[in-house]
Structures are given as structure tokens and as C-alpha cells.
């Protein structure tokens, strides 16, 4: 217990004052981040030894495959954006969310209330919400008459 106690800077019968549980608490985070950043230079090493080593190439050629799919995927935001860059280059109309059908209507109601009916829509239909499509939502009163 004396050596978790900094070698003698806390002194176990006195209660622990505002500034040590600071001075803990930071050497623990200190820690914390040290172990990350060491975890991270070894698992970058790892993969230059992989990335350079002929031998595993030779007797793995399927991890070229996967490597390449691996990096694919890391970087499919940067192709989606140049993508939606593009399209919005060559139209003037805003760019739609993937998944959505068109612009949607809303007469005498608002953003929250259609959401709703929208997804009450599509949870009584079992449908899933991006295959819907909406053209337009009205408010209604009772009697039949527009609000």
C-alpha cells in the first residue's frame, strides 16, 4: 500500500486533500494515455513489418486481398464526398440524402408532427422508412376542413 502512496508524497493517516486526488488522478490519466500511445507505435509497427515482409506475402497471398478491402473501406467517406462533390457541381438542385425519394410537402403542420407520421407509417406498414415516400402531409381538423 506504501508504494501506491507515491513513494512517501501522501502520507496514509492523514485524510487526502483536493490537491493530491488532482495530483492522482492526472498521473493516472498520464498513465492511461502513455499505454494508448505506446499500443498505437506497436500495432503501426506491426503492420509496416507486415506491409514490408516478402515471406508472409508468399505464404498469405488472401491478406493482399483483404488489406486492400480494409483500406477500401477506411477511406469510402473521402469517395462518397468527392461523389456528392460532383453531382453538386453539375446541378443547381441541393444534393438528397442517400436513401430519401424526392422533397416532401408539409401543409399546415410541422417538422415534428410529420416525422411522427412518418414513422408510424412505416412502422405499420414494416416498411423501412427510406423506401417510403412522401409527397405531401396535410393538417386536417376533425370535421374535414384544413386547420
Not at 503492420?47 to 498469405?60: A, N, Q, V
Not at 469517395?79 to 457541381?89: G, H, I, L, N, T
Request: charged share 30%; hydrophobic share 50%.
Amino acid at each position: 500500500m506504501n508504494a501506491i502512496l507515491l513513494s512517501g508524497i501522501l502520507d496514509k493517516n492523514q485524510p487526502l486533500k483536493v490537491v493530491d486526488a488532482l495530483l492522482l488522478a492526472v498521473i493516472g490519466i498520464a498513465i492511461v494515455f502513455v499505454v494508448l500511445i505506446l499500443l498505437m507505435l506497436i500495432v503501426q509497427l506491426e503492420g509496416k513489418i507486415f506491409e514490408s515482409s516478402d515471406k508472409l506475402r508468399e505464404k498469405h497471398p488472401e491478406w493482399a486481398q483483404k488489406v486492400q478491402n480494409a483500406k477500401e473501406k477506411m477511406a469510402f467517406w473521402k469517395k462518397k464526398k468527392k461523389v456528392e462533390d460532383d453531382a453538386s457541381a453539375t446541378t443547381d438542385a441541393p444534393a438528397l440524402a442517400n436513401g430519401t425519394c424526392g422533397e416532401l410537402k408539409l401543409v399546415n403542420t410541422d417538422e415534428r408532427d410529420a416525422a411522427m407520421i412518418m414513422a408510424i407509417v412505416a412502422d405499420a406498414t414494416q416498411t423501412p422508412l427510406n423506401e417510403l415516400r412522401f409527397k405531401s402531409i396535410k393538417r386536417v381538423d376533425a370535421e374535414g376542413e384544413e386547420k
